[in-house]
């Protein structure tokens, strides 16, 4: 599966844990990245600053749904169940 242009959940949902340019502490869960643009998008993408946990993660129908708001509930239902 291909990223939905736009979507963003990704950026928005789950906690990155490690450090992001200007998040030094990273990002928790359900709060948008700095480095999300308004129109959903990464302003980091294929950047080397970019988190390592970002570039491996993968858009796949599990996590992503079949739309924006159903990734963003995915998302964040696989957060709070692995959240320690």
């Known amino acids: 599966m291909k990223c939905r242009a736009g979507c963003g959940a990704c950026c928005i949902a ?14 928790p869960a359900g709060e948008r990245c700095l480095h999300l643009s308004a129109e959903n998008l990464c302003a980091l993408f294929g950047k080397p600053e970019r988190p390592a946990v970002c570039a491996a993660f993968q858009a796949d129908p599990v996590v992503c749904g079949d739309s924006r ?5 995915l998302l964040g239902w696989l957060e709070q169940a692995t959240a320690a």
């Open 14 to 27: 789950p906690s990155i844990s490690s450090a992001i340019p200007g998040m030094p502490g990273g990002k």
């Open 69 to 73: 708001e159903e990734a963003i509930r």
